[in-house]
């Protein structure tokens, strides 16, 4: 993977949000040890191939819907600071990224172009997987609203497909 300058489009459609004066980036990372527990914000967190995020509830296979045997697609997921405020602005709720669940708050990167490409969180390597759209388990137990107000804009669902540290501030990077 060449070493992208992450603030600029590349002739593979990278994918930048649009407006955006920020590199992409990790703005928050949050974990939590069970599906009842609260989300914590960690500095930083070690990624794990075939397993996740050391301290998430699906590191350790706990998590609602944590499959057995492990998908990849259960590893990690993330959401973009930039829908977290708008659900919130354009329903008034109280809506935040915590609420969301997802592993990693990012900025400046449109995720939902990151289906199916690599990419790297600083030193990690990931892969795409899918959407991570909304349920009905999200919204029973936050805002009924998010059904129809995230669709498309609830996250990626992720791989990690190499070891290594992902911290708040890592930049965001692709081919």
Same mark, same amino acid.
């Given at each position: 993977?060449? =070493? +992208?300058?992450?603030?600029?489009? +590349? $002739?593979?459609?990278?994918?930048?949000?649009?407006?955006?004066?920020?590199?992409? +980036?990790?703005?928050?990372?949050?974990?939590?040890?069970?599906? &009842?527990?609260?989300?914590?914000?960690?500095?930083?967190?070690? %990624?794990?191939?075939?397993?996740?995020?050391? @301290?998430?509830?699906?590191?350790?296979?706990?998590?609602?819907?944590?499959?057995?045997?492990?998908?990849?697609?259960?590893?990690?997921?993330?959401? $973009?600071?930039? =829908?977290?405020? %708008?659900?919130? !602005?354009?329903?008034?709720?109280?809506? &935040? %990224? %915590?609420?969301?669940?997802? =592993?990693?708050? &990012?900025?400046?990167?449109?995720?939902?172009?990151?289906?199916?490409?690599?990419?790297?969180?600083?030193?990690?390597?990931? !892969?795409?997987? !899918?959407?991570?759209?909304?349920?009905?388990?999200?919204? *029973?137990? &936050?805002?009924?609203?998010?059904?129809? @107000?995230?669709?498309? *804009? @609830?996250?990626?669902?992720?791989?990690?497909?190499?070891?290594?540290?992902? !911290?708040?501030?890592?930049?965001?990077?692709? $081919?």
């Amino acid at each position: 993977m060449k =070493n +992208s300058d992450p603030t600029t489009s +590349s $002739e593979s459609g990278a994918p930048l949000r649009a407006g955006m004066a920020v590199p992409p +980036s990790v703005v928050e990372i949050l974990v939590a040890t069970s599906p &009842t527990a609260a989300m914590t914000c960690p500095a930083e967190v070690r %990624a794990v191939p075939g397993k996740g995020l050391e @301290g998430d509830r699906y590191f350790e296979g706990v998590g609602t819907f944590s499959p057995h045997p492990p998908k990849p697609d259960f590893e990690i997921t993330l959401i $973009e600071k930039e =829908n977290v405020a %708008a659900f919130a !602005r354009d329903s008034g709720l109280p809506f &935040t %990224a %915590a609420h969301a669940r997802r =592993n990693l708050v &990012t900025v400046g990167v449109d995720l939902n172009a990151l289906v199916g490409r690599e990419f790297l969180i600083g030193e990690v390597r990931i !892969r795409g997987i !899918r959407l991570c759209e909304p349920c009905s388990y999200l919204a *029973k137990t &936050t805002y009924p609203e998010t059904l129809k @107000g995230l669709v498309h *804009k @609830g996250g990626l669902r992720a791989q990690i497909v190499s070891e290594g540290r992902i !911290r708040v501030g890592d930049l965001i990077r692709w $081919e």
